[in-house]
């Protein structure tokens, strides 16, 4: 059994998403997260969206993480794509050719752990 020890303290990470969008069947959707707290390529920190329709389960969607590397949901990753820029420190969303079956509401989201394989 292996376990991480974190430090103690008050950590104040802020995630600013974009507006509300209202697309239309096959159009792209484009949602940026700017990041506050930590730095987009911090080894230390994953960032990703998650999704909810409307009476339905929370779903993840996929992340970054500080070394670049990204993870996506199985039946999502053909259409979506999450990106960063450093200089900016924000990451994006990038959804192709959505449906009406994409409708949710979307969470910028972070993580404070290293992904294992």
Not at 93 to 115: F, H, I, P, W
Request: overall charge negative.
């Amino acid at each position: 059994m292996s376990g991480h020890i974190l430090p103690s303290g008050v950590y104040c990470v802020e995630l600013t998403q974009t507006d509300s969008l209202v697309l239309s069947p096959g159009q792209v959707l484009t949602l940026s997260c700017k990041l506050s707290g930590y730095s987009v390529s911090d080894s230390s920190y994953c960032t990703g969206f998650n999704r909810q329709p409307a009476g339905k389960a929370l779903e993840w969607v996929g992340e970054i993480c500080g070394d670049g590397s990204t993870y996506y949901s199985d039946e999502l990753k053909s259409r979506f794509q999450v990106t960063r820029d450093s200089s900016s420190n924000t990451v994006t969303l990038q959804g192709q050719n959505m449906q009406t079956e994409d409708t949710s509401v979307y969470y910028s989201v972070y993580y404070c752990a290293k992904r294992t394989q």
